[in-house]
């Protein structure tokens, strides 16, 4: 499952150029802030770039100082949202080398975003080139202990035109950020909260690839979830509003007391998650069922309160593998809670992680 692409030769197809940060953060100041980084607030000396023109294709790839980015106010993402993005995490090893997380998954998807929101396919070997070229320039932002430097890879539509059409002119660029847990909360568990009326993606739209769209329409159901004393949101499907679909940010597991793991299916409305399909494999593996099924809110209370549902958990990029304590949904005005607390089946396949 791990991939170690740090030592490998340059394999993008395109030339990088370095050009390291004249003044990077001094080493004791590094340090104050890699003892307690947060998530996502923290960023490393460098990002990488590369730029894309129609009729040009990729080109101009470099490593520098990150810096603020000018743009012009009729730049195409401003008005349309032409707009991608990746999450991928890079480790220490206990050699003292780096790895980065199955990188060539998020390169893939990436590519399947792009072609959703008709913007170019960057080649997969640049995306991952990119990757290891910022890990091995900013190697020494990536915490100690469980601790790990976040990649976030993204592309945007920079060409300066109002018009409803897509961009000839893109730029992709990768930043860094060391990080630690990703739920402000010290508890091993979390609380959910089920939103009835708002939905996160509809059949046909882009609930299957990773734009800032789909995150922005859930932001106001996670204001819903904070209102209730809740950490996270659960979305139902757009449609019948009974099935369980996913998290604002993370993919959904169910685990039952014969031992079995369930999650719901992709069907074009839940992002196809890398950590998601690495769970399964590895179940598999471990000889475990894992079934791909729909799995409705009112079955879910029910096997909550039988006992068949022993434990409830979601996965992802920037959270991991999160276990889940109650869910909860507003009834007739009365907020119903089900308590999902029970045996931990994580231990046994996180590991491999």
Same mark, same amino acid.
């Given at each position: 499952?791990?991939?170690?692409?740090?030592?490998?030769?340059?394999?993008?197809?395109?030339?990088?150029?370095?050009?390291?940060?004249?003044?990077?953060?001094?080493?004791?100041?590094?340090?104050?802030? =890699?003892?307690?980084?947060?998530?996502?607030?923290?960023?490393?000396?460098?990002?990488?770039?590369?730029?894309?023109?129609?009729?040009?294709?990729?080109? $101009?790839?470099?490593?520098?100082?990150?810096?603020?980015?000018?743009? $012009?106010?009729?730049?195409? @993402? =401003?008005?349309?949202?032409?707009?991608?993005?990746?999450?991928?995490?890079?480790?220490?090893?206990?050699?003292?080398?780096?790895?980065?997380?199955?990188?060539?998954?998020?390169?893939?998807?990436?590519?399947?975003?792009?072609?959703?929101?008709?913007?170019?396919?960057?080649?997969?070997?640049?995306?991952?080139?990119?990757?290891?070229?910022?890990?091995?320039?900013?190697?020494?932002?990536?915490?100690?202990?469980?601790?790990?430097?976040?990649?976030?890879?993204?592309?945007?539509?920079?060409?300066?035109?109002?018009?409803?059409?897509?961009?000839?002119?893109?730029?992709?660029?990768?930043?860094?950020?060391?990080?630690?847990?990703?739920?402000?909360?010290?508890?091993?568990?979390?609380?959910?909260?089920? !939103?009835?009326?708002?939905?996160?993606?509809?059949?046909?739209?882009?609930?299957?690839?990773?734009?800032?769209?789909?995150?922005?329409?859930?932001?106001?159901?996670?204001?819903?979830?904070?209102?209730?004393?809740?950490?996270?949101? @659960?979305?139902? $499907?757009?449609?019948?509003?009974?099935?369980?679909?996913?998290?604002?940010?993370?993919?959904?597991?169910?685990?039952?007391?014969?031992?079995?793991?369930?999650?719901?299916?992709?069907?074009?409305?839940? =992002?196809?998650?890398?950590?998601?399909? !690495?769970?399964?494999?590895?179940?598999? $593996?471990?000889?475990?069922?894992?079934?791909?099924?729909?799995?409705?809110? !009112?079955?879910?209370?029910?096997?909550?309160?039988?006992?068949?549902?022993?434990?409830?958990?979601?996965?992802?990029?920037?959270?991991?593998?999160?276990?889940?304590?109650?869910?909860?949904?507003?009834?007739?005005?009365?907020?119903?809670?089900?308590?999902?607390?029970?045996?931990?089946?994580?231990?046994?396949?996180?590991?491999?992680?």
């Amino acid at each position: 499952m791990h991939e170690n692409v740090m030592d490998q030769p340059p394999a993008g197809g395109l030339p990088f150029v370095r050009k390291p940060h004249p003044a990077p953060t001094p080493p004791d100041k590094r340090a104050v802030l =890699l003892s307690d980084p947060g998530f996502g607030r923290v960023f490393t000396d460098h990002m990488a770039t590369i730029s894309y023109a129609d009729g040009k294709g990729w080109h $101009d790839a470099k490593i520098a100082a990150r810096a603020p980015l000018t743009m $012009d106010p009729a730049a195409a @993402v =401003l008005h349309y949202s032409q707009q991608i993005f990746e999450g991928l995490k890079a480790y220490h090893t206990a050699e003292g080398g780096a790895v980065m997380f199955r990188p060539l998954e998020n390169a893939r998807r990436f590519q399947r975003s792009a072609e959703r929101l008709a913007m170019p396919k960057l080649p997969e070997a640049a995306f991952v080139e990119a990757c290891d070229q910022l890990v091995m320039i900013d190697r020494d932002w990536i915490p100690e202990g469980d601790g790990s430097l976040y990649l976030r890879p993204f592309m945007f539509a920079s060409e300066v035109f109002l018009g409803v059409k897509p961009s000839s002119e893109y730029l992709f660029l990768v930043i860094a950020s060391p990080v630690g847990s990703y739920f402000k909360s010290k508890d091993t568990a979390v609380s959910l909260w089920v !939103s009835q009326e708002l939905t996160r993606a509809a059949p046909g739209g882009t609930g299957a690839v990773k734009c800032g769209g789909n995150y922005a329409a859930s932001l106001m159901a996670q204001l819903e979830a904070a209102q209730h004393g809740c950490e996270q949101v @659960v979305f139902l $499907d757009a449609v019948e509003r009974r099935w369980i679909e996913e998290l604002g940010g993370m993919n959904i597991f169910f685990v039952f007391d014969d031992g079995s793991m369930q999650t719901p299916p992709l069907d074009g409305t839940i =992002l196809p998650g890398i950590t998601r399909a !690495s769970i399964i494999v590895l179940a598999k $593996d471990r000889g475990i069922t894992v079934r791909e099924e729909p799995y409705a809110f !009112s079955q879910w209370c029910a096997d909550a309160a039988s006992g068949r549902l022993r434990e409830t958990f979601a996965c992802g990029t920037a959270a991991v593998l999160t276990q889940f304590e109650a869910v909860s949904k507003e009834v007739d005005g009365i907020d119903g809670v089900a308590s999902l607390q029970g045996f931990n089946i994580l231990n046994g396949i996180a590991s491999p992680l």
